[in-house]
């Protein structure tokens, strides 16, 4: 069971759900747990894939992982991704309906398309960002527009993820640290309209409105201090170990970005609860890998 929790790098997952409520609470709709659970599944099957399309890499770079070390057979890694993403699909159907179903589709398409494919071409970083672009929007459902300014910062804070990502082999360069830093930089800003717009037209009374700004500052820094000094210290130390410790403080940083664009929306318990998920996030990424 631990090499399967491996394999779809179970914790990150806790860094999913709130692409969807970020969506949702930016287009003032009501979180659909069924598509939270959809994004959670495609995102375990992009884990799985991922692992079985550079297990020959992975034996000689990480030979630790669950394939090349032996705990988990290929054909079961791309089985469990096949399932997975077939669930998912259906998850979203089911919550969401032809609409939502299409947004899954398209996620799961721009997986597939960057485990198979796109991972090692410039367009990788880019395909991961547009990933999770597309789950802040499966939330969204018809309100695209609304939700845009979310879905591009958690996009652009995954997009420094993934350049990162690329360098916990052979260590950091100058320029993917300041693409890493320019990237989560812009990702904060992105949210703060979002926030500042959907603060200004919550519902109830003008102190309530300054609640979920405050609220959404608040976590934005906090969002700021998760993931900025662990990435500005591989200026000074750029191995590997301190770049996987970096993407592991990325990867944790998105969910006060994303409870940040809950709160915006005055939705302050909610928003809350999403950032309940960093003590256990913190936990199990000390026991198992996140990316």
Do not use: F
Not at 70 to 84: C, E, H, K, Q, S
Not at 204 to 217: E, F, I, K, L, V
């Amino acid at each position: 069971m631990k090499a399967l929790l491996e394999l779809v790098r179970a914790p990150a997952a806790l860094s999913v759900p709130g692409d969807m409520m970020a969506g949702a609470a930016a287009a003032g709709r009501r979180a659909a747990p069924g598509l939270a659970l959809s994004s959670v599944l495609v995102y375990w099957a992009g884990m799985a894939l991922n692992d079985w399309a550079d297990r020959e890499a992975d034996a000689a770079e990480r030979p630790e992982r669950p394939i090349p070390s032996g705990r988990v057979r290929p054909g079961t890694a791309l089985g469990i991704a096949a399932g997975l993403t077939g669930t998912g699909l259906i998850a979203a159907a089911v919550s969401g309906g032809r609409r939502a179903l299409g947004v899954a589709g398209l996620l799961a398409g721009a997986v597939w398309a960057y485990d198979l494919g796109l991972k090692r071409t410039p367009l990788g970083p880019v395909t991961m960002a547009t990933c999770r672009a597309l789950d802040v929007l499966l939330g969204a459902g018809p309100q695209v527009r609304a939700a845009a300014p979310m879905a591009l910062a958690i996009g652009a804070h995954t997009y420094g993820i993934s350049i990162l990502g690329r360098a916990e082999v052979a260590g950091a360069t100058v320029k993917t640290v300041r693409g890493a830093l320019a990237a989560s930089t812009a990702a904060a800003g992105l949210a703060a309209v979002s926030c500042l717009r959907d603060g200004s037209s919550s519902s109830g009374s003008s102190s309530n409105g300054a609640a979920a700004r405050a609220g959404a500052a608040l976590l934005l820094a906090g969002h700021l201090a998760a993931t900025i000094p662990a990435q500005a210290r591989l200026r000074a130390r750029p191995d590997p170990e301190q770049v996987r410790k970096a993407v592991q403080a990325s990867i944790l940083g998105l969910i006060p970005l994303q409870a940040a664009a809950v709160a915006g929306r005055g939705r302050l318990p909610a928003a809350g609860a999403l950032l309940g998920a960093l003590p256990a996030g913190r936990w199990l990424s000390a026991r198992m890998a996140t990316s």
